[in-house]
């Protein structure tokens, strides 16, 4: 059973920075994509970033692009810095993962595993 589980966020004031972790566990596959998708309230869920494992290779949305950086440790925690937030930044923010041969990273409608979302708020 594949298992994604999110941790990080909070509260921030425009201009700020947090970081955010995900495990994927369960996966017995050993190229996988990994990303980060966000939902701010009445809006479309937005893939910002992911990480293909394998070959190792880094994708990110213009929307954030220059202000977050995601990378990958050898225990499959995945991670996303977040740097210089605005207040349009505030969503919450999930990680979701899949084999590559089946999703591609920017169509946050073709992940199969989730996790449960954690909130990110940018105030000013």
């Known amino acids: 059973v594949v298992e994604v589980m999110e941790s990080g966020g909070g509260s921030v004031q425009a201009g700020g920075s947090l970081g955010l972790s995900c495990l994927v566990s369960?996966?017995?596959?050993?190229?996988?994509?990994v990303g980060w998708i966000r939902q701010a309230p009445g809006e479309e869920r937005e893939a910002v970033a992911a990480l293909y494992t394998n070959p190792r290779s880094t994708y990110y949305a213009d929307s954030m692009r220059g202000r977050i950086t995601i990378s990958h440790d050898a225990k499959n925690v995945l991670y996303l810095q977040m740097n210089s937030l605005k207040i349009e930044d505030t969503a919450m923010y999930y990680c979701?993962?899949?084999?590559?041969?089946?999703?591609?990273?920017?169509?946050?409608?073709?992940?199969?595993?989730w996790g449960q979302g954690t909130q990110v708020t940018v105030s000013s």
């Open positions: 979701a993962a899949d084999f590559i041969g089946k999703v591609r990273w920017y169509n946050q409608n073709e992940y199969s595993y």
């Open positions: 369960g996966y017995t596959y050993t190229s996988y994509c």
